[in-house]
């Protein structure tokens, strides 16, 4: 199947025409009067409700890997696919418990390094920046990576064309609206996403029922449904484990929580994780379909717009476009956000101007997000055969952070060493078995490698941190305001 | 060891570490609920 034969650009360019400007209206609109403050930039008041609660986790969560890799994964390892990669749940509900308990002690908190740098201390503080950053930055780039493929296999738009309208619009809105635009229109695509999906899997499975995609399945390659395949069983665990470690130590999370009501958290957290599993079993199981029916699939990130297209023809297509393109948007613009949150608090009022106002944090927050936009551009321009294999990097490092985190939050005698030390060899192990073992475990072997070092550091000598601590860091803070 | 029965070694010890941090996030939750979140005495 040749790019652009489900599609006319001429089509594709009126619908991205569309969305774009809707995206950038709703961003001045919400963001009008209202950004004048970091609290009101970054935090968009820090009163977010339930419903706008669930619907930005789940938006932000539903990435160009969920409706692009998760097929990818289902249609290369079968069962084991989407079964694994409906893993990532686990990072949205075990996050819930996590959640309370840091916004009870850092009610007035910015980012998910204040909370590192006050129970760990600068050393694993300086790890954390280094882990997060090249992470952030690495999402960010396969979400545009995503969405030049997509409109090129779609529509026959060239991929650098795509990737850059998609940068530019989130650039755009989220520089307009803040957290307060991120969110809004995270409701509008989170919907979109949701009713489309539901759309492209009713017809799919009324056109060729269960049964027959069996069959199909059974003739045209068994081993998809072989459970005991073992690429299968390497990545079965994997995405858990790194989607905890995404999660639990990304500012994208921790942005939301201390952006939302306190009495919110919890449930926003569990229903938006709940309501996300959604997502990758549908776009696994198109991929299960495509097996099924024997279709062509030239790259394997096409496998979910070739599925909807060849069901539903140019009606499919559309579909497809507004459903990656909405799940593309809403995660490029939550990235940009948190990290430009991140980096000014951290980086620039931490390390470079301890007395920044809050104008010339505002500032810098708003240089950062077209600076991010920009690298995004820069790098994705270098276009990669696999998103997911790319992304995988990034396994290893975040799985360093989830055992650190979870004892730092509950146990005041987790070790400040301990954590510092996961971070390092957590990261290099995982990098290290990805490259000589095997991409698909490597987050387990960063996350398993890291909780051993912080545990032992803990056991053999275990910290006596003051929660009160972070009390100290809420005043300081509400004196600045 | 052959591959199969190595990827399997992967995969009981993805469940198990999986589980053991479920766990321990469930024994933590429990420790702190209804508690002042600053109470050194936890």
Known sequence: MEAGSF?????????????????????YLWGRGRGKTTSQYLFAGRMVGLSLSIMTLMASWVTGNTTMSAPEMSYNLGVWGFVGYSGAAFGLIF????????????????????????RFGKPAWIAFIVVTTLYLLGFLVTQGMAGGILLQALSGIRYHVGMIILFV????????????????????????????????????????????????????????????LPAGLLFAWNTALWCMGEIFHGNIWWQRIY?????????????SGIVWLFVPIVTGLLALFAIAQNLEIPQVNMVFPIVASTL????????????VFSSLTSTADSIMASTSDFLAEDVFRQMINRKATDAQMLRVAKILIIVLGVAGIIIASFRFQSIYLFFMLTGPLVGSTVWPIILGVYWKQANKWGAFFGFIIGSATGLLSYYLFAPYSSAVVGTLVSAIVVVLFTLFSPDKFNWNKFRELESLKEGEH | MSEFQLSLLVFFIGLAFTIATIVIIYVGNRRWKNRDPYDNEV
């Open chain 1, 7 to 27: 599609l006319g650009k001429n089509a594709a360019y009126v619908i991205l025409a569309f969305f774009s400007i809707l995206w950038i209206i709703l961003g």
């Open chain 1, 95 to 118: 996050f819930a418990p996590l959640a309370i308990r840091i916004k009870k002690l850092l009610p007035e908190g910015l980012t998910s390094g204040d909370f590192i740098r006050i």
């Open chain 1, 169 to 228: 619009v989130c650039i755009i809105y989220t520089l307009i609206g803040g957290l307060r635009a991120v969110i809004g229109t995270d409701f509008i695509q989170a919907t979109l996403i949701l009713v489309t999906l539901i759309v492209v899997a009713v017809v799919a499975y009324l056109t060729v029922g269960p049964g027959e995609v069996y069959k199909g399945i059974l003739e045209n390659a068994p081993d998809r449904l072989n459970l005991l």
């Open chain 1, 259 to 271: 952006a939302q009501r306190s009495e919110v958290t919890v449930r926003s957290f569990y229903i």
């Open chain 1, 312 to 323: 539903l023809g140019k009606v499919g297509a559309v579909l497809v476009l507004i459903i």
